[in-house]
């Protein structure tokens, strides 16, 4: 039997117990504390808690620092995926910078996490109406449709998703599509001072420019995108396509001291100018054609260089309007009101243009509006008469054209027509559709008895008004009498013969 041994009162085996045990939860203590480490550091780098962490992802948001909050929230999660609060601030980061799958992700974490929180469903449902309207955006920029893109793009930049990039860029493009150079401008300098280095920031920005006419501004901008990039295929094709129409332009100026023609911006405007400086001679010269086509040509240098190519289309919608063709010069005026809607001279010449297509109210319309803004415009005054006096001439009936002739007919052939008219319309031959037959005969009678009588055709072609036909066509005249009942028959002449219709037939009676 071994009796344990003592030491001071104490027994050594029970000691030796105690000390094992001491070293084991020392042990297990530090343990503990390397394995906690990562996750005190993802909180608060040395010290702090989760509080602190969340307080810098705000601030970093607050200065726009997006990728140093995500940075902070993703370490967090990755320590301890139990922070259910970091997935939905991960997730509402990932919105703003229209991140949209990856947003999708974290919310529907955290929402296993806590389900039945209403603030974070309501977010996840206005990320889908941000994504849809993004992508409806897109569809409508490819389609055209500049104006409704607008309207769904600033739902993404203004409400949902504003530190979208991408979004903001695509602004930019439907604002010069739009041809709103200037809030383009804008839109891409926001975009530049948060990326300064923003390459297509810098090329929209200088395209905008570029369509003002600003071109040093624009040359500058394209100039500070290819030292970022020298091999940016857009940039360099801006850049070049710009530096070649200036080179173009170079010895244009001696031009327009020959031609008197002032400017005030040369070096913005020279090839422009250039070309309706050779269009406007030969169309002076009387070479309509040849000034056509030079229009024509300058206009396809930049067709979407609408701050030049206003006065380009106006020169073309003129001599247009000198050739005849009306149809091509009302599309040329269109484009000069597009650009500018208070132009004069473009209501004016389509007024004219519309005179040629016989759009006597559309005529009228344009010439009247050029009036009010220029009333001391004699052209525009005659203009405005002319179309006037038109339309009412084509308010009133066309009697060449009831007897089927052409205005330049003989009397012999006025006469040979209501013949024969008269004959196949007379009510005795037309008993299934007496009623119609009387209405034409009536008709056709009235209009011999305009154009068969000399002094009353001169009258009707000068457009005056032949008070004496008593309301001709309207039934003022009728040969049938005043309304009593009528019969008719064929005897020996036909009214308006000389010797009657072959056959014997005669005048009618009553």
Not at 421 to 435: F, G, S
Request: hydrophobic share 40%; charged share 30%.
């Amino acid at each position: 039997m071994v009796v344990g041994m003592k030491f001071c009162g104490f027994d050594l085996v029970a000691w030796r117990g105690f000390m094992f045990s001491l070293f084991i939860l020392n042990f297990v203590f530090c343990c503990q504390l390397i394995l906690l480490q990562p996750l005190v550091a993802a909180i608060d780098g040395k010290t702090g808690d989760a509080a602190t962490l969340f307080e810098r992802v705000s601030q970093s948001i607050k200065v726009k620092k997006y990728s140093e909050a995500l940075a902070d929230l993703n370490a967090a999660i990755g320590a301890d995926p139990t922070i259910s609060e970091a997935y939905w601030r991960r997730a509402s980061v990932l919105r703003q910078l229209c991140r949209y799958e990856d947003s999708e992700k974290s919310y529907k974490k955290f929402l296993e996490m806590k389900p039945g929180n209403s603030a974070a469903a309501k977010e996840l449902s206005q990320l889908y109406q941000a994504q849809n309207a993004f992508d409806s955006s897109n569809s409508l920029f490819e389609t055209g449709e500049f104006s409704k893109a607008l309207e769904h793009i600033d739902k993404v930049v203004l409400v949902f998703s504003p530190a979208c990039t991408k979004a903001k860029l695509l602004k930019a493009r439907l604002l010069i599509a739009s041809k709103d150079y200037s809030s383009a401008i804008s839109e891409a300098g926001y975009i530049l001072k948060e990326e300064e280095d923003n390459l297509e920031a810098l090329l929209l920005r200088g395209r905008a420019y570029y369509y003002l006419a600003d071109h040093d501004v624009a040359i500058r901008h394209y100039q500070k995108g290819l030292r970022l990039d020298p091999e940016h295929g857009e940039l360099k094709k801006a850049y070049f396509g710009l530096k070649n129409l200036l080179k173009k332009t170079k010895s244009v100026s001696d031009l327009f001291r020959v031609f008197h023609v002032e400017i005030h911006d040369i070096r913005s405007n020279l090839c422009i100018a250039l070309c309706i400086t050779q269009a406007d001679d030969n169309a002076s010269k009387g070479k309509l054609r040849l000034a056509v086509e030079e229009y024509k040509a300058a206009i396809a240098l930049d067709p979407n260089h609408s701050s030049h190519n206003v006065n380009l289309h106006l020169g073309l919608c003129k001599v247009l309007v000198k050739l005849g063709r009306g149809k091509d010069a009302v599309t040329s005026c269109n484009e000069v009101l597009e650009i500018d809607g208070d132009s004069v001279e473009a209501l004016k010449q389509r007024g004219e243009a519309k005179l040629l297509i016989e759009d006597w109210e559309g005529a009228v319309a344009d010439l009247k509006s050029a009036y009010e803004k220029s009333s001391q415009d004699m052209d525009i005054r005659e203009a405005l008469m002319r179309a006037e006096k038109s339309l009412k001439l084509s308010q009133r009936k066309d009697w060449y054209k009831i007897l089927g002739i052409s205005k330049t007919a003989s009397m012999s052939e006025i006469k040979k027509a209501y013949k024969k008219l008269a004959l196949q319309w007379h009510p005795d031959k037309n008993v299934d559709n007496r009623e119609e037959a009387e209405a034409k005969f009536r008709e056709i009678a009235a209009a011999y008895e305009l154009l068969g009588d000399e002094d009353k055709r001169t009258k009707y072609d000068r457009g005056e008004d032949i008070e004496e036909m008593g309301g001709m066509g309207g039934g003022g005249f009728n040969p049938f009498g005043g309304g009593q009942q009528f019969t008719f028959h064929f005897e020996g002449g036909f009214p308006g013969g000389e010797g009657g219709f072959p056959g014997g037939f005669g005048g009618f009676h009553f």
